[in-house]
């Protein structure tokens, strides 16, 4: 069992940033692959950046070169760096641990308006 914390949402002008916290607990994070997802209102979720626990990551062509996913295994967290915000990057965004069905976190709200 893996329960996640989320931290770090708010709202931010375009071309600001964020950074995005996931905390998790239980003994198997180093083993888990991470991943952060989004949820904007009529839309469905998708998928931002993953990292496996070999540290291999992949990202959302749209957030390529502006979003940075990382994660420190002493600490049992995921982090999200987002710079170069954009509007239509707003959403909740969700922390997600492991592969198939996993396990979720409650979500962080992102708002990047003017």
């Known amino acids: 069992q893996v329960q996640l914390v989320e931290s770090g949402g708010g709202l931010v002008q375009p071309g600001g940033s964020l950074r995005l916290s996931c905390a998790a607990s239980?003994?198997?994070?180093?083993?888990?692959?991470m991943g952060w997802y989004r949820q904007a209102p009529g839309k469905q979720r998708e998928l931002v950046a993953v990292?496996?626990?070999?540290?291999?990551?992949t990202y959302l062509d749209s957030v390529k070169g502006r979003f940075t996913i990382s994660r420190d295994n002493a600490k049992k967290t995921v982090y999200l760096q987002m710079n170069s915000l954009k509007q239509e990057d707003t959403a909740v965004y969700y922390c997600?641990?492991?592969?198939?069905?996993?396990?979720w976190g409650q979500g962080t709200q992102v708002t990047v308006s003017s």
């Open positions: 997600k641990a492991g592969a198939g069905d996993g396990w």
């Open positions: 239980g003994e198997r994070f180093s083993l888990l692959t």
């Open positions: 990292i496996t626990a070999g540290r291999k990551t």
